[in-house]
């Protein structure tokens, strides 16, 4: 099964983008998770990119705050896809700094932009793209995607038998 790269752009980031490693680890799927900033250490940031086919990754999750240069420079150097994680951090104005940094790429360069702080989103997204040639982790999503389903259903009930006081 191919790996996935979770980069970031600060240690800081790390209690968001923990939730795409918690998802990542539900559905079996093998990650590697580092700090990687665009700003801070550009040359890191070039040999990761550059390297990352040769490294087994298939698929690179990005999570960065406020001027979030993180994942569209990643997705300049890699032909994989990149999946980015706008975050609020300590130098975010209110997040949309970030969530447009990482969407408004320039035609030709995409970066698939999850909400404000979803990495989560962002995990199952890598995991689904995995999927695709992977017919056990296929499954998985399936079952994922189905207890999801059961927990609506499941809670339909509460919502229908409600007495307002
Ligand atoms: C961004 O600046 C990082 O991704 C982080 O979200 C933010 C703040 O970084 P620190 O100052 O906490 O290291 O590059």
Not at 81 to 89: A, L, M
Not at 129 to 147: C, E, G, H, N, W
């Amino acid at each position: 099964m191919g790996k996935v790269a979770i980069i970031m752009g600060s240690s800081s980031d790390l209690p968001v983008m923990e939730e795409a490693m918690k998802v990542l680890k539900e559905l079996g799927v093998e990650y590697k998770a580092t700090v990687v900033s665009a700003h801070r250490t550009p040359d890191r940031l070039s040999e990761f990119a550059k390297r990352a086919v040769k490294d087994g990754f298939k698929v690179i999750v990005a999570g960065a705050g406020g001027a979030a240069h993180l994942p569209g420079m990643t997705a300049s150097y890699t032909p994989l896809p990149v999946i980015g994680v706008p975050i609020k951090s300590s130098n975010s104005i209110d997040g949309w700094d970030s969530v447009l940094s990482i969407l408004q790429m320039p035609s030709g360069v995409p970066v698939a932009t999850v909400a404000l702080d979803g990495a989560r989103n962002a995990g199952i997204l890598a995991a689904q793209i995995i999927a695709t040639s992977d017919s056990v982790l296929l499954d998985r999503i399936v079952s994922f995607k189905s207890a999801l389903k059961s927990k609506v259903e499941d809670s339909t009930s509460i919502v229908e038998n409600h007495k307002t006081k």
